[in-house]
């Protein structure tokens, strides 16, 4: 595992966006080992590996709701739907027909010891132990390597594993060479928007204290 750190500075929205810019599909890192699970973690493995392969490009999707009509084709039953998941609104969502459907799901910051306490991210899983007709099904975090060791014991705590559905995390940092440039980009972006709102907050406070100081 690398040993630089730099993720669990940025927050969660600029590093899944720039995640999003970089990959319109899941090819750039289908074959990498990035996969790491609570049992193993030291010996990451490749989507490629654990997921049927398919003859297109798999879509990362990225918030993208999950409607009725999708989960009933996944074998999720409309009272289900209707009382559980409706709401649901993955950060990434990658599917392959009924052979394959994967949930990832973004984290960073600075207090790991708060975000996976109690995860919020339970009934994504729930939701895929549903999808009956779906061969193969994942959950994974993406998070800062400074979150390891929190997210391994809630894996270990609230994400139980079989064969036909995996779970584990990813970290950013092992996601440099597919997000950098993008990640470089997004960052300026935002600094470039704070900085013109700032420019344009002290011009109206300027203009302000002028008309009040005016005689």
């Known amino acids: 595992?690398?040993?630089?750190?730099?993720?669990?500075?940025?927050?969660?929205?600029?590093?899944?966006?720039?995640?999003?810019?970089?990959?319109?599909?899941?090819?750039?890192?289908?074959?990498?080992?990035?996969?790491?699970?609570?049992?193993?973690s030291e010996v990451?493995?490749?989507?490629?590996?654990?997921?049927?392969?398919?003859?297109?490009?798999?879509?990362?999707?990225?918030?993208?709701p999950i409607d009725r009509e999708e989960a009933e084709?996944?074998?999720?039953?409309?009272m289900d739907y209707g009382r559980s998941f409706w709401w649901l609104r993955p950060d990434f969502l990658i599917k392959n027909g009924n052979d394959s459907l994967i949930i990832l799901e973004a984290k960073s910051g600075d207090k790991p010891e708060r975000i996976y306490s109690v995860p919020?991210?339970?009934?994504?899983?729930?939701?895929?132990?549903?999808?009956?007709?779906?061969?193969?099904?994942?959950?994974?975090?993406?998070?800062?390597?400074?979150?390891?060791?929190?997210?391994?014991v809630c894996l270990g705590e609230y994400f139980r594993e079989e064969p036909s559905q995996h779970a584990g995390f990813i970290c950013w940092e092992d996601l440099l060479s597919v997000i950098g440039d993008d990640l470089?980009?997004?960052?300026?972006?935002?600094?470039?928007?704070?900085?013109?709102?700032?420019?344009?907050?002290?011009?109206?406070?300027?203009?302000a204290y002028e008309q009040v100081s005016t005689p």
């Open 120 to 152: 919020a991210e339970w009934p994504y899983y729930e939701f895929l132990w549903r999808c009956s007709k779906v061969s193969k099904r994942g959950f994974y975090y993406i998070v800062p390597r400074a979150h390891v060791s929190f997210c391994k």
């Open 73 to 78: 084709r996944f074998g999720v039953s409309p």
């Open 44 to 64: 990451p493995e490749k989507f490629s590996d654990l997921y049927p392969p398919s003859t297109k490009a798999s879509m990362l999707c990225f918030q993208k």
């Open 184 to 207: 470089v980009r997004t960052v300026s972006e935002q600094i470039s928007r704070e900085a013109d709102g700032l420019r344009s907050l002290l011009d109206s406070w300027r203009k």
């Open 1 to 40: 595992m690398t040993e630089t750190e730099f993720s669990h500075l940025f927050p969660e929205e600029l590093l899944a966006l720039s995640l999003h810019r970089a990959c319109q599909d899941a090819s750039k890192f289908w074959s990498l080992p990035i996969i790491r699970s609570v049992v193993n």
